[in-house]
């Protein structure tokens, strides 16, 4: 299947900073998922993106689908200890299945209070 | 929020022994999904489904079989179940109308096979 490649792998900040992380394709997608994973939960949807240029937000978190439509960001601004938790960008891909996901291998944060 | 559940939540077993995980959904979803993960690690796609009596392998080869017969349950087997199934897995669903519609996950099961 296709890769996304989601960066940075971690992250370490203090409270109140702001996060961005960003996740890229060679290959053009259809949708930008981003989800949030709290230790031994499943994953949780954070923001969907739909079409090129979409800007997002949902409370502290902004994600942007990207023109070329083969990468996003989210960002995270003053961050919060339960913040903690590790980020997935995931994707439908245009040429895949439309019913199957591309997940990127996530970004673990960890917010110092 | 989704409402989909995953029973056991933790599971430690013997090597040999036959488990099912169950997976059920209350959202009348028809499109369901089993992903295996490795603590902290990506999600890979191991079975999918479609609707009732449709299953697909996924990404991932596994040794589990998975069956649909009713639209709301999902349940995932293995024959006989080795240390090297040991890992979390995820099962999610995602709603009928809509080619990109999003997934909903369930809380996990974690398997450890002593």
């Known amino acids: 299947g296709q890769q996304l490649n989601q960066s940075p792998q971690s992250m370490f900040i203090q409270e109140g900073e702001d996060v961005s992380m960003n996740c890229t394709s060679s290959?053009?997608?259809?949708?930008w998922l981003w989800y949030k994973q709290d230790p031994g939960e499943g994953p949780v949807l954070l923001i969907a993106?739909?079409?090129?240029?979409e800007l997002t937000s949902n409370g502290r978190l902004t994600a942007q689908f990207g023109i070329t439509r083969k990468d996003s960001f989210l960002n995270i601004s003053a961050s919060i200890p339960s913040d903690v938790g590790i980020y997935f960008c995931?994707?439908?891909?245009?040429?895949?299945?439309?019913?199957?996901?591309?997940f990127g291998k996530g970004t673990l944060l960890t917010v110092n209070p | 929020e989704a409402d989909i559940y995953q029973t056991p939540r933790y599971l430690v077993i013997g090597t040999g022994k036959k488990i099912t995980l169950e997976c059920s959904q209350t959202m009348g979803h028809d499109k369901m999904y089993w992903y295996q993960q490795d603590p902290g690690m990506e999600l890979h796609l191991i079975h999918y489904?479609?609707?009732?009596?449709?299953?697909e392998k996924g990404d991932l080869s596994s040794e589990s079989t998975v069956s649909r017969i009713r639209t709301e349950h999902f349940p995932l087997t293995l024959e006989s179940a080795r240390p090297s199934h040991t890992s979390q897995y995820l099962c999610?669903?995602?709603?009928?109308?809509?080619?990109?519609?999003?997934?909903?996950f369930g809380n996990g099961t974690r398997l450890t096979v002593t």
């Open positions: 993106l739909y079409k090129a240029g």
């Open positions: 290959s053009i997608f259809n949708t």
């Open positions: 999610a669903s995602s709603e009928s109308t809509g080619l990109n519609s999003p997934l909903h």
């Open positions: 995931a994707g439908h891909h245009s040429g895949g299945s439309n019913y199957k996901l591309t």
């Open positions: 489904s479609y609707g009732v009596n449709s299953t």
